[in-house]
């Protein structure tokens, strides 16, 4: 066992000294750390209220309030000062928690609270010793004088029939709290994946093996969203935010074509517009298509262009008069759509572009648009499965959608037999953006702020993007346009 004796000295020092300073005039005449230990929460208030740190350190010790009411059993004032912002992870100049007093002392109910509030289990002071250190050795002699001293010291009436027969029950505890991390930590240990794909970070364009820590960037200085990757494998094209406003479709945007290794960048528009959601046709062609906000109307109708084409040579694919939204592409040139269509009404439909006249509409047949909003819809490459994400009813959110995988028949058309393979508990968080895998076999999309790979033989789910302070989002798989 480690010897635990030295940073309990710590504690000590600091719950002594706080018993004899005073606080600032306008806080109680009893200290905040002097309060904590004797559980008095008004007075904690009343601090808390004058402006003093819910984590201010007693000097010398460094001990915070959290760390005295855990040391001295305190389990309302903990409780308080947790809901009043207190970092449950403090540390004294010792490198003590609040979890290494509340196993000494064997306060089991604050042990199990500070777990529950996110506790580091295997939290080491200076000496590298964690909670599970100070309860983890045999009753001796030793250890009860220890106890002893301390209770004489502190004029405590320690029970140490209940520490001694206690200590084995919070070392079990913390046994299972530290295995249960380490199995968190090996789940979420991100690895390379093999699936090379191109997303956003942090407003920079990355091309990178999902699952390995980035590079270089392709783009920097700007705010660049969204790079689909073209079916020829060679190129990604995306849209870059000129003018911001707090209203996204109040944006001004210029659609761009880069090549993967980061040379051949050019504009296809001019960034007078707001142009969102570029992809790819991929009836081999290649041609780079977008939707294209009407001002008059408030809604959008698709656009295309050309690789290497110039600002101003772009055509539209449908009536600006009417709504269109492109989705994604079929190989045999038809385009996924969600329109409000002048005749047929508002759905989805498979839609022919036809440049010298009018495209035509078939409407998809889906169940779940009636009840709801099909968003960010992806075909799989062998045009059999498409992903999507949905929302019940049809006011429009971002957040809480749960993400589905169907079956696509393009010749009914249809969308049938959806499964939910994310936030099926529809948590207020964005899920968003799923894409496939050019092998058909996995989907990569971003749960804010954090990239994840759903496979679908075993459905196991991983996180693949490796900066945990970083933002991650739009997600596309190489050579696999959405």
């Not at 003093?52 to 005295?68: N, W």
């Not at 089991?108 to 080491?124: C, H, R, S, Y």
């Not at 390995?212 to 060679?234: A, N, V």
Request: aromatic share 10%; with cysteine; proline share 4%.
């Amino acid at each position: 066992m480690k010897k635990i004796n030295a940073w309990i000295l710590v504690i000590t020092v600091l719950v002594v000294c706080a018993q004899t300073k005073k606080s600032a005039a306008a806080a109680p005449d009893v200290d905040i750390w002097n309060a904590a230990a004797r559980g008095n929460i008004e007075a904690i208030k009343q601090h808390l209220e004058a402006g003093t740190d819910v984590d201010a350190k007693e000097p010398p010790g460094g001990g915070t309030p959290l760390l005295v009411a855990a040391t001295f059993g305190r389990i309302e004032a903990a409780k308080f000062l947790i809901e009043k912002g207190a970092n449950v992870n403090a540390t004294s100049n010792d490198g003590a928690t609040a979890l290494h007093a509340a196993a000494f002392f064997c306060h089991t109910e604050i042990v199990k609270l500070l777990l529950g509030e996110g506790a580091v289990v295997d939290a080491k002071n200076i000496r590298g010793e964690t909670s599970l250190d100070a309860v983890a050795g045999d009753w001796n002699q030793e250890l009860e004088g220890i106890y002893k001293w301390l209770a004489e010291l502190w004029k405590l009436q320690l029970d140490l029939e209940r520490i001694k027969a206690t200590r084995p029950k919070i070392a079990a505890i913390l046994r299972e709290a530290s295995r249960k991390s380490v199995e968190k930590r090996k789940a979420t240990e991100v690895k390379s994946t093999g699936f090379k794909g191109s997303y956003y970070m942090n407003g920079e364009i990355h091309v990178n093996t999902y699952g390995t820590p980035e590079g270089k960037p392709l783009t920097t200085g700007h705010q660049d969203f969204k790079p689909s990757w073209s079916k020829t494998g060679d190129m990604l094209v995306f849209f870059r935010r000129l003018k911001n406003h707090r209203v996204t479709v109040m944006w001004k945007t210029a659609i761009c074509i880069i090549n993967v290794d980061g040379t051949g960048f050019h504009q296809l528009t001019d960034g007078t517009h707001t142009d969102f959601n570029q992809t790819w046709t991929r009836e081999g062609s290649n041609t780079p298509i977008w939707n294209r906000k009407n001002p008059a109307t408030g809604g959008f109708y698709v656009m295309k262009s050309r690789v290497g084409a110039k600002p101003d040579e772009e055509i539209a694919l449908t009536d600006k008069r009417y709504h269109t939204w492109a989705y994604t592409c079929l190989m045999d040139g038809r385009i996924l759509v969600q329109c409000t269509h002048p005749t047929q009404g508002w759905g989805y439909f498979l839609m022919t572009p036809n440049v010298n006249g009018k495209p035509t509409f078939e409407r998809i047949h889906c169940d779940m648009a009636t009840r709801g909003l099909l968003d960010r819809v992806s075909i799989s490459p062998s045009e059999t499965r498409v992903c999507f994400e949905y929302q019940l009813g049809h006011q429009y959110k971002d957040t809480g959608r749960t993400l589905y995988i169907a079956d696509f028949d393009a010749n009914k058309p249809s969308i049938t037999n959806a499964k939910a393979f994310a936030n099926e508990e529809r948590a207020d968080r964005w899920f968003a953006y799923p894409r496939w895998t050019k092998d058909e076999k996995a989907i990569v999309y971003h749960a804010s702020p954090s990239l994840y790979l759903y496979t679908l033989k075993d459905g196991s789910t991983i996180k693949v993007s490796t900066n945990n302070g970083a933002d991650y989002r739009y997600p596309h798989c190489e050579a696999t346009p959405k």
